[in-house]
């Protein structure tokens, strides 16, 4: 579909949303797409071209990879856009969870990586996401992909997370990534029945913190 609610260089964004995930996240609102991928109706590769051209013509910017997380779809993504019949820029719009070989293989094919960053500690990785290793991971394959792609990292602002997710993020974007493009999302929703994700939104004052925090260390905000 062309969606609208991404960041404003990015819109409209032509979505295509492939099943499955390898993270748990607590704070999920799409699970019911990735907690059993293998009941999901493959999809006609023809078909989707045919769309592909279709949203290009009905002014799309660019062909925006999502799911869950593309990654675990990867073999079928390369196929795809080994097949693509029309120029058009590609966004990975991912997690960033993966093996390294992962972004050997989409080097050269992505235009634009749309990075997640998360969590700022191991301790609210293993927690919120069920990942202990996330941050070593993500925080490596943000740093290749800033190497040969046009970044933008995209990070949620938790309640109650500021000082230990919020700003480890923030410091590390401005030391290790300063030309990326951040993207702070004040739109959190909190699941109906968290475990160990906040049960709170966030305030207009929280988000206004944020973003005066992070132009504070000369983050190159976005909308």
Known sequence: ???????????????????????????????????????????????????IEQRQRQGARNVNLLGGEPSVSLPGILRLLSRLRIPARVVWNSNMYYNECVGDLLHGLIDICLADLKCGNSRCAEALLGAGDYLDVVRRNIRLAAEHTDLIVRHVILPGHAECCLEPTLK??????????LSLRGDYIPPARAVAAPKDYMTDHEIRRAVDRARELGLNVIQ
């Not at 590390?172 to 493009?181: H, T």
Request: proline share 5%.
């Open 1 to 51: 579909m062309l969606q609208w609610a991404e960041e404003t260089v990015l819109i409209p964004s032509h979505h295509i949303y492939f099943a499955g995930c390898n993270l748990h996240c607590d704070f999920c609102t799409v699970a019911e797409w990735n907690e059993q991928p293998l009941n999901v109706k493959a999809l006609d590769e023809d078909w989707l071209l045919d769309r």
């Open 172 to 181: 590390w974007l401005a030391a290790e990534v300063p030309g990326a493009r």
